[in-house]
């Protein structure tokens, strides 16, 4: 049996804690779905370009619950122009992760951009918007 790999230094010292104390425990050995509730929410997207009525989305940081809410509005709202506009966008989305902040948007069917790599094409912030 291998030796599990926890998440954080935290479990670990809660694991040695509980081995020193003799005490028998397994690592996430269960599962228990739950349905998270609907919360009303809103959105405001960092720019509109009156001209086009594109939106623009920046991101610095793309956290999961960032992750979670632009999936949750294009959902929500999927005829809505707007693309996102990443900072840095071959960051990855978490540490160790192989997928880039530009392949996590493509993988989800997003409009993005890097702003390090010239940002969003002037020909696109003048495409009128149908």
Do not use: H
Not at 13 to 19: G, T, W
Not at 20 to 32: A, D, I, N, P, S
Not at 35 to 62: A, H, I, M
């Amino acid at each position: 049996m291998s030796k599990p790999k926890y998440k954080s230094q935290f479990e670990r010292n809660v694991a040695a804690s509980l081995s020193k104390l003799k005490v028998k425990f397994g690592y996430e050995t269960r599962k228990f779905p739950f349905v998270q509730p609907s919360k009303k929410r809103n959105y405001t997207p960092d720019f509109e370009l009156l001209e086009t009525g594109l939106f623009v989305e920046c991101k610095g940081k793309l956290t999961k619950e960032e992750r979670d809410k632009l999936i949750w509005v294009r959902e929500t709202y999927p005829e809505l122009p707007f693309v996102i506009l990443f900072m840095r966008g071959r960051n990855p989305i978490r540490k160790g992760s192989k997928t880039s902040y530009l392949q996590w948007g493509a993988d989800n069917n997003f409009e993005c951009y890097d702003w390090e790599r010239g940002g969003i094409p002037a020909e696109r912030l003048k495409k009128k918007n149908v």
